[in-house]
Protein backbone atom coordinates (compact mmCIF):
# COMPACT_ATOMS: atom_id res chain seq x y z
CA UNK A 1 0.00 0.00 0.00
CA UNK A 2 1.28 3.91 -0.54
CA UNK A 3 1.83 6.05 1.44
CA UNK A 4 -1.47 7.99 1.05
CA UNK A 5 -3.12 4.83 2.12
CA UNK A 6 -1.40 4.15 5.11
CA UNK A 7 -1.90 7.30 6.27
CA UNK A 8 -5.52 7.51 5.52
CA UNK A 9 -6.11 4.32 6.90
CA UNK A 10 -4.47 5.84 10.12
CA UNK A 11 -6.05 8.60 10.44
CA UNK A 12 -9.45 6.71 10.63
CA UNK A 13 -7.87 4.45 13.40
CA UNK A 14 -6.88 8.12 14.87
CA UNK A 15 -10.02 8.76 14.49
CA UNK A 16 -11.84 5.63 15.87
CA UNK A 17 -9.30 5.71 18.86
CA UNK A 18 -10.41 9.68 20.04
CA UNK A 19 -14.38 8.47 19.79
CA UNK A 20 -13.24 5.29 21.95
CA UNK A 21 -11.46 7.15 24.58
CA UNK A 22 -14.65 9.74 24.45
CA UNK A 23 -13.55 12.86 22.39
CA UNK A 24 -15.79 15.22 21.81
CA UNK A 25 -15.87 17.37 18.83
CA UNK A 26 -17.94 17.99 16.19
CA UNK A 27 -15.78 17.56 13.33
CA UNK A 28 -14.81 14.77 13.94
CA UNK A 29 -18.13 13.17 15.21
CA UNK A 30 -19.35 13.84 11.90
CA UNK A 31 -16.62 12.70 9.82
CA UNK A 32 -17.33 9.57 12.11
CA UNK A 33 -20.91 9.99 11.06
CA UNK A 34 -20.70 10.12 6.99
CA UNK A 35 -17.91 7.28 6.82
CA UNK A 36 -18.31 4.99 9.32
CA UNK A 37 -20.68 2.32 9.73
CA UNK A 38 -22.79 2.13 12.93
CA UNK A 39 -21.25 -0.80 14.89
CA UNK A 40 -20.40 -0.50 18.09
CA UNK A 41 -16.67 -0.03 17.55
CA UNK A 42 -16.11 3.32 15.59
CA UNK A 43 -13.69 2.13 12.88
CA UNK A 44 -14.27 -0.98 12.96
CA UNK A 45 -14.45 -1.43 8.99
CA UNK A 46 -11.30 0.34 8.64
CA UNK A 47 -9.28 -1.68 11.30
CA UNK A 48 -10.33 -4.95 9.37
CA UNK A 49 -9.72 -3.43 6.42
CA UNK A 50 -6.26 -2.69 7.18
CA UNK A 51 -5.97 -6.43 8.52
CA UNK A 52 -6.68 -8.07 5.40
CA UNK A 53 -4.32 -5.80 3.59
CA UNK A 54 -1.55 -7.08 6.32
CA UNK A 55 -2.51 -10.68 5.65
CA UNK A 56 -2.44 -10.57 2.14
CA UNK A 57 0.94 -8.76 1.77
CA UNK A 58 2.05 -11.43 4.55
CA UNK A 59 1.02 -14.56 3.22
CA UNK A 60 -0.07 -13.74 -0.68
CA UNK A 61 2.24 -14.91 -3.34
CA UNK A 62 4.06 -13.18 -5.61
CA UNK A 63 3.13 -9.80 -4.49
CA UNK A 64 1.62 -8.72 -7.84
CA UNK A 65 -1.21 -10.75 -6.61
CA UNK A 66 -1.05 -9.27 -3.25
CA UNK A 67 -1.22 -5.91 -4.79
CA UNK A 68 -4.26 -7.16 -7.46
CA UNK A 69 -6.45 -8.35 -4.56
CA UNK A 70 -5.80 -4.94 -2.29
CA UNK A 71 -7.11 -3.15 -4.72
CA UNK A 72 -9.80 -5.09 -5.84
CA UNK A 73 -10.92 -5.52 -2.78
CA UNK A 74 -10.64 -1.42 -2.13
CA UNK A 75 -12.31 -0.18 -5.22
CA UNK A 76 -14.80 -2.56 -5.65
CA UNK A 77 -15.98 -2.47 -1.74
CA UNK A 78 -15.94 1.15 -2.18
CA UNK A 79 -17.97 1.79 -5.48
CA UNK A 80 -20.31 -1.25 -5.01
CA UNK A 81 -21.17 0.80 -1.69
CA UNK A 82 -21.51 4.28 -3.39
CA UNK A 83 -23.43 2.97 -6.23
CA UNK A 84 -25.60 -0.37 -4.23
CA UNK A 85 -26.93 2.62 -1.76
CA UNK A 86 -27.72 5.19 -4.35
CA UNK A 87 -29.62 2.15 -6.73
CA UNK A 88 -31.24 -0.34 -4.76
CA UNK A 89 -32.46 -3.71 -6.31
CA UNK A 90 -32.39 -6.36 -3.85
CA UNK A 91 -29.81 -9.56 -4.16
CA UNK A 92 -31.55 -12.59 -4.07
CA UNK A 93 -29.47 -14.04 -1.40
CA UNK A 94 -29.37 -10.76 0.88
CA UNK A 95 -31.69 -8.27 0.68
CA UNK A 96 -29.14 -5.79 2.09
CA UNK A 97 -26.57 -5.87 -1.04
CA UNK A 98 -28.03 -4.51 -4.28
CA UNK A 99 -27.23 -6.41 -8.25
CA UNK A 100 -26.00 -2.65 -8.37
CA UNK A 101 -23.47 -2.87 -5.80
CA UNK A 102 -22.47 -6.29 -7.13
CA UNK A 103 -21.98 -5.20 -10.52
CA UNK A 104 -20.15 -2.54 -9.27
CA UNK A 105 -17.71 -4.28 -7.17
CA UNK A 106 -16.73 -6.23 -10.59
CA UNK A 107 -16.51 -3.68 -12.98
CA UNK A 108 -13.98 -1.70 -10.52
CA UNK A 109 -12.45 -4.62 -9.31
CA UNK A 110 -11.29 -5.72 -12.81
CA UNK A 111 -10.41 -1.96 -13.21
CA UNK A 112 -8.01 -1.80 -10.38
CA UNK A 113 -6.66 -5.63 -10.61
CA UNK A 114 -5.90 -5.88 -14.05
CA UNK A 115 -2.79 -3.13 -13.63
CA UNK A 116 -1.24 -6.34 -11.70
CA UNK A 117 -2.86 -9.63 -12.89
CA UNK A 118 -4.25 -10.38 -16.80
CA UNK A 119 -7.74 -8.90 -17.63
CA UNK A 120 -8.91 -12.33 -17.76
CA UNK A 121 -7.68 -13.56 -13.95
CA UNK A 122 -9.12 -10.08 -12.71
CA UNK A 123 -12.53 -10.92 -13.73
CA UNK A 124 -12.70 -13.86 -13.07
CA UNK A 125 -11.51 -12.96 -8.97
CA UNK A 126 -13.54 -10.25 -9.12
CA UNK A 127 -16.86 -11.80 -10.24
CA UNK A 128 -16.04 -14.78 -7.09
CA UNK A 129 -14.96 -12.00 -4.46
CA UNK A 130 -18.16 -9.81 -5.54
CA UNK A 131 -20.65 -13.17 -4.63
CA UNK A 132 -18.21 -13.59 -0.97
CA UNK A 133 -18.70 -9.30 -0.59
CA UNK A 134 -22.36 -10.17 -1.07
CA UNK A 135 -23.30 -12.98 1.28
CA UNK A 136 -24.41 -12.45 4.66
CA UNK A 137 -21.83 -13.72 6.55
CA UNK A 138 -21.18 -13.06 10.45
CA UNK A 139 -17.52 -12.30 9.57
CA UNK A 140 -17.04 -8.71 8.08
CA UNK A 141 -16.47 -8.55 4.25
CA UNK A 142 -13.14 -6.71 5.16
CA UNK A 143 -11.89 -10.13 6.31
CA UNK A 144 -13.41 -12.50 4.29
CA UNK A 145 -12.73 -10.87 0.90
CA UNK A 146 -8.89 -11.17 1.21
CA UNK A 147 -8.77 -15.01 3.02
CA UNK A 148 -11.04 -15.63 0.14
CA UNK A 149 -8.54 -14.57 -2.29
CA UNK A 150 -5.82 -16.37 -0.75
CA UNK A 151 -7.83 -19.11 -0.83
CA UNK A 152 -8.87 -18.88 -4.17
CA UNK A 153 -5.64 -18.29 -5.50
CA UNK A 154 -4.36 -21.96 -4.00
CA UNK A 155 -7.24 -23.86 -6.63
CA UNK A 156 -7.17 -21.03 -9.59
Known sequence: ???VTKLKEAKGLVFANFKLLGGKVKLV???LFLTDRKD????KGAMF???GILFLLAFAKPLDFALAMI???????AFATVIGLRFKQPLPWNDKKSWFG???FVVFGVVAAQFFIPLQMAFLYAFLLAIVESLD????DNVSVPVSALLLSKVI
Open 49 to 51: FAA
Open 137 to 140: LSVD
Open 1 to 3: ASY
Open 40 to 43: VIPG
Open 102 to 104: FTS
Open 71 to 77: LLHAAGD
Open 29 to 31: DYV
